[in-house]
């Protein structure tokens, strides 16, 4: 609060440097939300009007809602009922009758890395971009098929990955959100569209120079900017990010290990998930619902899938529409309580059997 800077300035600059070092990326653009994130890289990528991106039905609206304000038509596939993350075969079933679909966006449900080895195979055989939705999973890492770990953010099968820093993220800006890349140019892009398209490095000027103060618009940009007091925070936050992963999967193992009567979360052996959600499946889950807010205990439901949202009312898929008839996230955060937890476990557990 000190420093001569408030809004953009160099803590925006050292917090995308250790972001980027963080996850094993090239390049980190930060910018005001997820959604803004969402929005700019599909800008990046030209996705032409007319032109069709996949997606997945179970995800907060911004996914696709980023698809259309960039001038392109969401498709929705189907889910994998176990992981919860966009099908692979799904998506190759819908290319054979949509050649004009130019990219992919899988979303890491709830911390859960997606198939992003498939997904890469279908996007580079069929000239496809992918930007991964990765809003729930900053923390995260995976073994690929050659036993190399990746952590999510290091675009080794997607040309950037999207993180969210909203409050209830694995760690937080206030808002805020982050494009990463380890691609030069969409990098540079990415940077000028946050900022009114607007361009103060000589270097890139179409015209001649009149002074110092001299800036030139060269693409229709947005005010999608991160403060400097974002970033200080953002940087703060990055240094406890592995202690916030690690206690959240800890409270997940005490869930996995004590909670024997509901449908639990599916984990792949070889991905270790940052468990931004723990979404069970249980029936009669509005009277379970209610019975715990009773209690004091909030849980949520995520998500409704985007495809029965009136704005997009789109053909039902029978595995997205299957799972929002039971799911339902329990509390999980850094700073859940022990006597929290055993709260919901116990409580869930007697309501669970009268239900």
């Not at 980023?66 to 992981?83: H, K, N, Q, R, W």
Request: aromatic content about 10%.
């Amino acid at each position: 609060m000190e420093s001569d800077w408030l809004t953009q300035g160099p803590n925006v600059f050292e917090f995308e440097e250790k972001l980027a070092h963080y996850c094993g990326a090239q390049f980190a653009v930060v910018v005001s939300n997820g959604t803004a994130a969402l929005h700019l890289a599909n800008l990046a990528l030209k996705a032409d009007a007319g032109s069709k991106v996949i997606t997945t039905p179970i995800s907060f609206v911004a996914t696709c809602n980023s698809v259309l304000y960039a001038g392109s038509t969401p498709m929705f596939c189907d889910i994998i009922p176990e992981t919860l993350n966009i099908n692979p075969v799904a998506v190759r079933k819908c290319l054979r009758s949509n050649p004009d679909v130019v990219g992919i966006i899988p979303v890491h449900m709830g911390g859960l890395i997606a198939d992003m080895e498939a997904l890469s195979e279908i996007a580079k055989a069929n000239d496809m971009w992918v930007i991964e939705d990765a809003c729930h999973a900053l923390g995260g890492s995976w073994l690929d098929s050659k036993g190399v770990e990746h952590r999510v953010g290091d675009c080794s099968f997607s040309d950037m990955t999207v993180f969210s820093f909203h409050p209830v993220k694995m760690i937080t800006t206030g808002e805020g959100g982050a494009i990463m890349t380890n691609n030069k140019q969409l990098e540079e892009k990415i940077a000028l569209l946050r900022s009114h398209g607007i361009s103060k490095n000589s270097k890139d000027f179409k015209n001649d120079s009149d002074g110092d103060w001299y800036y030139e618009q060269q693409v229709l940009g947005f005010n999608y900017r991160l403060t400097d007091i974002q970033a200080a925070l953002g940087i703060s936050q990055l240094k406890r990010l592995d202690s916030f992963v690690e206690k959240r999967r800890e409270i997940a193992k005490r869930y996995l290990n004590e909670l024997k009567n509901v449908t639990l979360p599916y984990q792949h052996p070889d991905a270790n998930s940052s468990w931004h959600l723990f979404v069970v499946k249980i029936k009669d889950r509005k009277a379970v619902y209610q019975q715990l807010k009773v209690q004091g205990i909030m849980t949520q439901v995520h998500y409704i899938p985007v495809t029965q949202q009136p704005f997009y009312h789109r053909e039902q898929l029978k595995n997205s529409d299957s799972f929002y008839q039971q799911c339902l996230s329990l509390p999980i955060y850094a700073d859940l309580t022990s006597q929290e937890h055993s709260k919901v476990i116990k409580s869930l557990w007697k309501i669970n059997q009268n239900c």
